[in-house]
């Protein structure tokens, strides 16, 4: 059973940075695409960054320049550093792993992890 665990959230002040961590248990993490996704009340799901097992990113338009995503496979966990946070960045964060082969799709969640930016 593959596991999702996220670390690092919390309360910070606009401008402040976090780095949240996910460790993956259960399955080789360096075969899955990694992702972070976000969620604010009343809002949609989104998709924050992403990192494929090759190592190519990807990050929403809103935290380009602010967020890196990064994985080391032989800690199994994927990070992402969030610098000069804002307020809109207050959300639920959500770890993916992700996997898509010619007959199979793999998808597993972390429980998701707070992070709040006020002052």
């Known amino acids: 059973q593959v596991q999702l665990v996220e670390s690092g959230g919390g309360l910070v002040q606009p401008g402040g940075s976090l780095r949240l961590s996910c460790a993956v248990s259960g399955s080789i993490f360096s075969i899955y695409t990694m992702a972070w996704f976000r969620q604010a009340p009343g809002k949609q799901r989104e998709l924050v960054a992403s990192?494929?097992?090759?190592?190519?990113?990807n990050y929403a338009d809103s935290v380009k320049g602010r967020c890196t995503i990064s994985r080391d496979n032989a800690k199994n966990t994927v990070y992402l550093q969030m610098n000069g946070l804002k307020p809109q960045d207050t959300a639920a964060y959500y770890c993916n792993a992700g996997r898509v082969t010619s007959t199979d799709r793999y998808n597993y969640w972390g429980q998701g992890i707070q992070v709040t930016v006020s002052s």
């Open positions: 990192i494929t097992v090759s190592g190519f990113t």
